[in-house]
């Protein structure tokens, strides 16, 4: 057996919906599958999901405050006022801030931009920062992916006389602030039918309604931002995603063309995996390493020098932020380690932590122990701690944090992120608070990490065709995940380690007639675990390998489980010790059947893990339900063996079975053997075994040990005598079969077992094992 290190949370498909569907669109029942999973299960919606059939952008005067906020700042640009953006540091902030300030200058409206800076000022919008931007002659100022939560700022900005539009999309809080516009589809009273909008996505719907139609030159930066800020990859995230990713393979900005060559991809084949693991961090790293202003440069820069000093900066400030992020997370590791793991939400704090990496520590560290964590940075001159958290499924972080409002000042977010200030003097309390909370509402089975499987199919399903049309669902994302599909009872074929130090696997399943390569990075170790020839459960993701033109499906394995026992045949094999010794202690028993192997066993540690079967009493008490059983020397005969494993609902059997004397291609002396053997001693009355046994031997062609055991045997039937080495026959004795005597016996049940055990195929005992485990234990 092998456990899986997840749950899967298999989903059922409408089967009936999904064989229509295929009919319908002419599509393979895999993919049929996975749209009906998806909410997809009518040919109209289906094809609009796809192709895109008659998909439009929602028309931008739906939210709330829309036309408010475009007479205002048409007004401000026919006045000249001076305009100010006030954006975030992350790759939506950033993006938000292009989006806005590139369609205000295309009409020629005096405008700048602000990003606050995240070490001085922290996150949002902040009183100082107004009065500066006041000072500066600006008489309208609009946030754009914040602003939600600035309550007392929005005050400030009536007081000096400057008119704030709030363009967000974060979770607005019980008091909206009293701005003079506020552009969020979440706000009470807004009627836009999509809600999950990113901070560019609100941006850009803004920009549509100062334009007057979609503008979609600005759509590859929608799509960064959309990617990057996880949002749900469905409906007009979805549309503005993959209309995005199209215009960004083509995209003319000077500083995308630079930054993407420097993360090494290229950007005519980019996706959201490119967007997701090579834009959008460099992006972040500007601002969790220093101001971001780099960072709306680069992507407003018409000049190819310029774009290319700044993507290698940014690309350096990205290297520091690994680093950075890999010594902090060392440090909170060691921290929950010293701590033990008994909290429900991990809450570590440290001064000189930078508070700009904080979220991806959280990140690491969820990943790591699978439960919420909070991060904090603390600021001993301030007196306050900065920090981020992330969650886990089963605990909304915003909804609970929300109920320590009382102190958390400056705190925002989502069900599975947020970011918050607070006073030194309450870390303490927050993580008392959050833990308690917690405890109510999460369960042991909570902190497994769960893993969402789409589709259930068979080997037979997968072809290079339904991967394709999977992959028209694309971009994946949040809401709309890359699909994870599960293969249930194939049989390993071959199973190897790969890679240069060996520490990736790669596993060959076949049904008997159709095979399939699984690649499973950083799980070399589980190649130790998996027999050839098992029957195996495996959840992965699908994907099209192509290698010297030729292509094939393969599956990248996410989780395995092995549901029957396995036995693994280490018999004959050197490396059987190195094995054991990799095995968990606690499910981990040693049986041998000699005393020597016992005392062995017990000088190399072994002790509290080693059973010796002496006889029927030590097997049938021998317990091993789910254990792996490791049997180290050979049973003295099968009947002892079938006691010991007899109904035992084992996991693992580890066959070594060293013995110190083979017997089953050692000579098996004949009747004839004997028959001719006991008529020449019959002939001498009397042979000197000692002196003569050898010569006998040599003449015959047989061994000595074989002159030797058919000696024991007639003495043990009362045939011969035996004095000082000389052999005299008994006058008329018993008759006696051969039987009957204990020595030819026993020699007859060390073959059984050598036949039976040490010889037999693994196949041959396995089927055998299968048998004597579903026996009755007596």
Avoid at 54 to 63: I, N
Avoid at 619 to 630: F, K, M, N, P, S
Wanted: glycine fraction near 6%; include cysteine; hydrophobic fraction near 40%.
């Amino acid at each position: 057996m092998l456990a899986s290190k997840m749950r899967w949370d298999v989903k059922t498909t409408d089967t009936k919906k999904a064989k229509s569907l295929s009919e319908q669109l002419e599509i393979t029942p895999l993919a049929a599958s996975l749209l009906v999973m998806r909410g997809y299960d009518t040919a109209d919606k289906a094809a609009s999901f796809l192709y895109g059939k008659d998909a439009e952008f929602y028309d931008p005067y739906l939210l709330k405050d829309m036309e408010k906020a475009v007479q205002r700042i048409k007004q401000a640009i026919a006045k000249h006022e001076q305009i100010m953006i006030y954006g975030d540091y992350d790759a939506d902030g950033v993006t938000s801030t292009t989006v806005l300030l590139q369609t205000l200058k295309k009409y020629s409206a005096e405008v700048d931009f602000y990003i606050p800076d995240r070490f001085k000022e922290g996150y949002g919008p902040n009183e100082a920062a107004f009065r500066q931007i006041k000072e500066q002659g600006y008489s309208l100022i609009i946030t754009v992916d914040t602003g939600i939560a600035a309550v007392h700022e929005a005050e400030v900005a009536n007081e000096l006389g400057i008119d704030l539009i709030i363009t967000d999309h974060h979770e607005p809080g019980p008091v909206l602030p009293h701005a003079y516009a506020i552009i969020h589809p979440k706000q009470p009273g807004c009627r836009y039918p999509f809600k999950e909008l990113a901070g560019v996505g609100v941006a850009f719907k803004l920009a549509h309604a100062l334009c007057g139609e979609v503008p979609e030159d600005l759509l590859d930066l929608c799509a960064i931002g959309t990617i990057a800020d996880l949002v749900p990859l469905h409906d007009e995230n979805r549309q503005i995603a993959k209309l995005g990713m199209m215009q960004f393979r083509k995209t003319k900005r000077l500083g995308l063309k630079a930054l993407t060559k420097i993360a090494g991809a290229n950007i005519h084949d980019a996706d959201e995996e490119t967007i997701g693991f090579q834009i959008a961090p460099r992006l972040n790293a500007v601002g969790r390493i220093e101001q971001a202003d780099p960072a709306v440069h680069l992507l407003n820069t018409e000049d190819e020098t310029e774009a290319q000093e700044l993507a290698e900066a940014i690309h350096d400030l990205n290297k520091e932020r690994q680093k950075i992020v890999g010594q902090m997370t060392e440090e909170a590791v060691q921290m929950i380690e010293e701590q033990g793991l008994e909290q429900h939400v991990i809450v570590v704090a440290r001064s000189g932590w930078n508070p700009g990496v904080v979220g991806i520590v959280a990140s690491k560290l969820v990943e790591r122990y699978y439960r919420p964590a909070i991060v904090l940075g603390i600021d001993e001159e301030k007196g306050i701690a900065k920090g981020s958290a992330r969650s886990i499924k089963g605990f909304d972080l915003f909804q609970n944090l929300s109920e320590c409002r009382d102190i958390l000042p400056h705190f925002g977010g989502h069900p599975m992120a947020a970011g918050m200030t607070l006073s030194l003097d309450h870390v303490t309390a927050l993580r008392e608070r959050i833990n308690r909370q917690a405890a109510a509402v999460l369960t042991t089975a909570d902190f497994i990490p769960v893993q969402d499987v789409d589709l259930s199919c068979r080997l037979e399903d997968i072809t290079l065709d339904s991967i394709a049309e999977m992959n028209m669902l694309a971009p994946f994302g949040t809401g709309n995940p890359k699909p994870f599909v599960l293969i249930n009872g194939a049989k390993v074929d071959e199973t190897r380690k790969i890679g240069a130090h060996q520490n990736h696997l790669k596993l060959v399943l076949t049904d008997g007639q159709m095979k399939l390569d699984c690649v499973g990075f950083h799980k070399g170790e589980i190649e130790d675990e998996i027999v050839t020839g098992t029957n195996i459960s495996l959840v992965g993701e699908l994907s099209i390998n192509e290698w010297n033109n030729r292509k094939k499906p393969q599956l990248m394995l996410k989780d395995v489980a092995v549901q029957e026992w396995q036995l693994f045949d280490l018999r004959g094999k050197r490396s059987w010790e190195e094995k054991i010794l990799k095995l968990d202690p606690k499910k981990r028993t040693i049986v041998c059947f000699r005393e020597e192997t016992e005392s062995k066993l017990t000088r190399l540690g072994f002790e509290n893990e080693l059973v010796l079967i002496k006889g029927e009493i030590e097997a049938t008490q021998l317990h091993l339900h789910g254990r792996y059983a490791v049997f180290i020397d050979m049973p003295p005969s099968i009947e002892l063996f079938y006691q010991t494993i007899k109904g035992q609902q084992l996991e693992r059997i580890y066959l070594i079975f060293n013995q110190s004397d083979e017997h089953f291609f050692s000579t098996v002396p004949t009747r004839e053997y004997f028959r001719w053997y006991y008529g020449f001693l019959l002939k001498r009355r009397t042979f000197d075994l000692e002196k003569h046994g050898g010569e006998l031997a040599k003449f015959k062609g047989w061994t000595k040990d074989t002159i030797d055991f058919m000696t024991k045997v007639f003495f043990e039937l009362g045939f011969v005598t035996i004095e000082n080495g000389v052999l005299t026959v008994t006058y008329q004795p018993e008759k006696r079969d051969l039987t009957d005597s204990t020595t030819y016996q026993e020699k007859q049940r060390l073959i059984e077992v050598d036949q039976k055990l040490g010889y037999s195929s693994v196949d041959e005992l396995k089927q055998w094992l299968d048998k004597q485990i579903m026996l009755m234990k007596v």
